[in-house]
């Protein structure tokens, strides 16, 4: 017999839990479906050897809602802050340079040069129209700033987000705000200024935060509220529409196969799956996801002794700009930001290898990838031992890449949503990848789902 249900969610990442736990917030028996057996998809946090590894995201910047699920979920005691003034370095002709992060710093920077300077005064001061055409991040910073900006700062942050190369991805989908600050006062800097001012409600400062237990201890609160309405290790292997509206759900488990018909349905999936299950309601959907390309990047965690490593780490880490030539994009000091990373006497650094410009890095053994980390990294913090613990994984699509025509991929996406009441779509390539922003989006499309069916 066929199962029915309101609303059923496809995809136990945040996105897809937060959206399924909003729902049933506010009411409705919202179903979330998990293909395998542990939720949180890309945030895993496991403890080994003593060392707290976060195999995917390593923290997450705060955000209104985020702190208000936390609140919700009664783990507000548990987040930990990253020390706010904790340096970042880049990686300049060898050394470890800090990077500038007020406008006085900026400005005071050797690492800027004075071309660079000045065009931030004629932003400032002046006027510019960002073109109509979708432009490249790196086609941006060079008609805006400067080639040196790009290479030294912009490029190396973008790959700390994104793992993407900036010659593809879009400014205006990857950095939303930047398009629209130059859009709508001619000048980054005023436009930045004037949307901070005008932000209504309470204001959040970025600080970085983790748990004291990892990132997924937001993932196990989640589950836990769902109790029974989440079903792990378990596949949705097809949709289909039903003569009234509602969808038909084929889940796949290790016990068989059940149907489920649901008035609503939202894939918080990644987008070849999402474009596989929609391809079955109309294959229009197949081209604009599946042209939604995506980083492969691998997580290298290496625990050392503290007295084998020579820098103090006192930071946040350090990016690399492509022009260092070394395939580690960066490294972030884990038991620096947060307590109980690693045990007594040893430091943790987690270091990305891959993105876009590296694909091959990806396919590497885990053994290769942390003898080239810490063959890379050592002669940077003055590492002088073998570390004692390593860990590598690998995430062939880690992160969905906002490139060149971004916007009219999702344009026509959403357009052929429209032809079927009832569906939504929720992840991290729609309107950014942070945790935060995977949070804003589940919680819009709960909201608008929660309407649909009130109607
Ligand atoms: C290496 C790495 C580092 C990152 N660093 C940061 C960071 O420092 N800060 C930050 O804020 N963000 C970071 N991110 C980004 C952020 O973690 C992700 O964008 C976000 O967690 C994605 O959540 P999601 O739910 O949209 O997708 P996912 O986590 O990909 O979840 C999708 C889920 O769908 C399930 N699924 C797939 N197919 C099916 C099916 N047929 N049936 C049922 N279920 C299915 C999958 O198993 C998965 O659980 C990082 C990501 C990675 C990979």
Redo the contacts with the bound molecule.
């Keep these: 017999m066929t199962r029915h249900v309101p609303a059923l969610v496809?995809?136990?990442?945040?996105?897809?839990?937060v959206c399924a736990y909003a729902l049933r917030k506010s009411g409705i028996d919202a179903q979330l479906?998990?293909?395998?057996p542990?939720?949180?998809?890309?945030?895993n946090s496991v403890t080994r050897d003593g060392f707290l590894l976060?195999?995917?995201?390593?923290?997450?910047?705060s955000t209104f809602a985020l702190r208000e699920l936390c609140a919700d979920l009664r783990i507000l005691d548990q987040l930990l802050q990253a020390p706010p003034r904790a340096p970042r370095y880049v990686l300049i002709d060898g050394w470890l340079r800090p990077v500038p992060l007020s406008p006085p710093a900026f400005f005071m920077s050797s690492l800027i040069n004075g071309a660079t300077k000045w065009a931030l005064v004629r932003d400032i001061l002046g006027k510019s129209i960002p073109p109509d055409a979708d432009e490249s991040v790196a086609a941006f910073v060079r008609r805006k700033f400067s080639s040196q900006l790009l290479d030294r700062l912009v490029a190396p942050f973008v790959s700390?987000?994104y793992?993407g190369d900036p010659e593809r991805l879009s400014v205006r989908s990857a950095f939303p705000q930047l398009y629209e600050a130059e859009k709508t006062a001619d000048s980054i800097v005023r436009g930045m200024l004037r949307s901070a001012k005008s932000k209504k409600g309470p204001r959040e400062r970025p600080i970085?935060q983790s748990f004291r237990q990892g990132?997924e201890t937001l993932v196990r609160a989640l589950a836990n509220k769902l109790g029974p309405a989440l079903l792990t290790s378990?596949?949705?292997?097809g949709i289909s529409l039903q003569n009234d509206g509602s969808f038909q759900v084929r889940?796949e488990n290790r016990t068989g196969n059940e149907s489920v018909s649901a008035d609503s349905l939202i894939l918080?999936?990644?987008t070849d799956?999402t474009a596989?299950?929609l391809a079955a309601l109309d294959a229009s959907f197949e081209s604009p996801l599946s042209s939604i390309d995506y980083a492969a990047?691998a997580?290298v965690s290496l625990g050392y002794l503290k007295k084998g490593v020579g820098h103090s780490l006192n930071g946040f880490g350090f990016l690399v700009p492509r022009s260092a030539g070394l395939r580690v994009l960066g490294s972030?000091w884990n038991s620096s930001l947060f307590p109980g990373r690693a045990p007594q006497g040893h430091a943790l650094l987690t270091c990305?290898v891959g993105g876009t410009t590296d694909p091959a890095a990806a396919k590497l053994q885990p053994e290769e990838l942390a003898g080239l980390v810490h063959r890379e990294i050592s002669p940077l913090l003055s590492i002088t031992s073998a570390p004692v613990f390593s860990n590598a994984?690998i995430?062939p699509?880690?992160?969905?890449q906002y490139n060149l025509g971004h916007a009219d991929r999702l344009a026509a996406v959403s357009k052929l949503c429209s032809r079927f009441p009832g569906l939504w779509l929720?992840?991290?390539?729609l309107r950014?990848?942070?945790?935060?922003?995977?949070v804003d989006q589940?919680l819009a499309v709960s909201e608008e789902v929660r309407s649909y069916l009130a109607a």
């Design positions: 496809v995809g136990g990442g945040i996105s897809g839990l479906v998990e293909a395998s542990r939720p949180g998809g890309v945030i976060e195999l995917g995201p390593q923290s997450f910047s700390g987000i793992a970085l990132n378990t596949c949705v292997a889940l918080a999936t990644p799956v596989r299950l990047v997580v972030v990305f994984t995430w699509r880690a992160l969905p929720s992840g991290n390539y950014g990848p942070a945790i935060g922003s995977c589940a």
